[in-house]
């Protein structure tokens, strides 16, 4: 079964920036929607941004303006640009994907395993 494999997370200091990638583990037919949430201690997941495979995206409103999402259907990765960055941005950020790993087969929704991003203050 294909995995999303994130990278990219760390610890940075309030005001500084990082960026993550997600990336399938293998070539596969189509891949849909794809976006990024996070989830903080003691809180819900929550969606941060998402992109559709013709460029449209979607940010959550604490987000916005500071965080760009993208994507290079090329490559099957998706990057999340976060600048400004707030220590309320700290939590364990999972990419998502809605994608048909082979051609006859059917779109599934898939989750990464997160990625640890820490903003001190």
């Known amino acids: 079964q294909v995995q999303l494999v994130e990278s990219g997370g760390g610890v940075v200091q309030a005001g500084g920036s990082l960026r993550l990638s997600c990336v399938t583990s293998r070539s596969v037919a189509r891949i849909n929607a794809m976006g990024w949430y996070r989830q903080a201690p003691g809180k819900q997941r929550e969606l941060v941004a998402a992109?559709?495979?013709?460029?449209?995206?979607n940010y959550g409103d604490s987000v916005k303006g500071r965080f760009t999402i993208s994507r290079d259907n090329a490559k099957n990765t998706v990057y999340l640009q976060m600048d400004s960055l707030k220590p309320e941005d700290t939590g364990v950020y999972y990419c998502?994907?809605?994608?048909?790993?082979?051609?006859?087969?059917?779109?599934?929704?898939?989750w990464g395993q997160g990625t640890q991003v820490t903003v001190s203050s």
């Open positions: 992109i559709t495979s013709g460029g449209n995206t």
């Open positions: 998502n994907a809605d994608l048909i790993e082979d051609d006859l087969g059917s779109e599934y929704n898939y």
